[in-house]
């Protein structure tokens, strides 16, 4: 079975400041998916980046950085010089077998608080 | 182009009244979810769908059924409402080659 672990329930932060959000997957699958979307105070979900198992390059979008270590099993999302916009739950999640038809394993998601 | 869309926004149930969730999405995807999502919880699945008349069960299918007739709808069928169904519930579409998921402005249904 797939898990997806986001041990960090809530954090806050100062507007500024970097602050990286950990995740941590389990999964058997030899080739596999990872993601990130944010859930803003609206309650919609935004997706954020997609990961494939086989490239573990770290992937820098504008603030969003992505470190991916097949090693550890970490898929963990830093946002350098926080704005109060990015308050918002972050979730982590997994694909399996065939690139996600069996649908996605979420975290239960970080709950980021930006106060300025 | 309006992605996906899920009809009604909020829904007041009954124990035991039964209710129809509305899904359609424009982007021509083959692939489609129903996800829930509990309180301080990440979202669990329910059901999906890989394309039209092709369905199958996800993480937590007991008391919902879906169907596919076409490749743009994806209704979620509650039957029996019950308080443990009380949730908010998203609808997610995906093209067969990137799988990024996209998704719903959700339903929150309360079942008291």
């Known amino acids: 079975a797939q898990k997806v672990t986001q041990a960090q329930t809530e954090i806050s932060v100062v507007e500024k400041e970097d602050v990286t959000l950990d995740c941590v997957y389990e999964?058997?699958?030899?080739?596999?998916?990872l993601f990130w979307y944010k859930q803003p105070p609206s309650g919609e979900l935004v997706f954020l980046i997609r990961?494939?198992?086989?490239?573990?390059q770290n992937e820098i979008s504008g603030r969003y950085s992505w470190n991916f270590q097949k090693s550890t099993s970490s898929f963990n999302f830093t946002i350098t010089a926080s704005q109060v916009v990015d308050s918002a739950v972050y979730f982590c999640?997994?694909?399996?077998?065939?690139?996600?038809?069996?649908?996605?394993?979420f975290g239960k998601g970080t709950h980021l608080i930006i106060q300025p | 182009n309006a992605g996906v869309t899920q009809t009604p926004k909020f829904r007041i149930l009954k124990i035991g009244q039964s209710m129809t969730l509305q899904c359609t999405q424009d982007?021509?995807?083959?692939?489609m979810y129903w996800y829930r999502q509990d309180p301080g919880m990440g979202l669990k699945l329910i059901y999906y769908?890989?394309?039209?008349?092709?369905?199958d069960k996800g993480e937590v299918p007991n008391g919902y059924n879906v169907s596919r007739s076409t490749t743009e709808d994806f209704p979620l069928r509650l039957e029996l409402a019950a308080p443990s169904q009380t949730s908010v519930y998203f609808c997610?579409?995906?093209?067969?080659?990137?799988?990024?998921?996209?998704f719903g402005p959700g339903t929150r249904l309360t079942v008291t």
């Open positions: 999640a997994l694909s399996g077998r065939g690139g996600g038809a069996d649908g996605l394993t």
């Open positions: 990961r494939n198992s086989f490239d573990e």
């Open positions: 999964t058997r699958d030899t080739t596999y998916y």
């Open positions: 997610a579409s995906s093209q067969q080659v990137t799988y990024e998921q996209y």
């Open positions: 982007m021509n995807h083959n692939y």
């Open positions: 769908s890989v394309g039209a008349g092709i369905t």
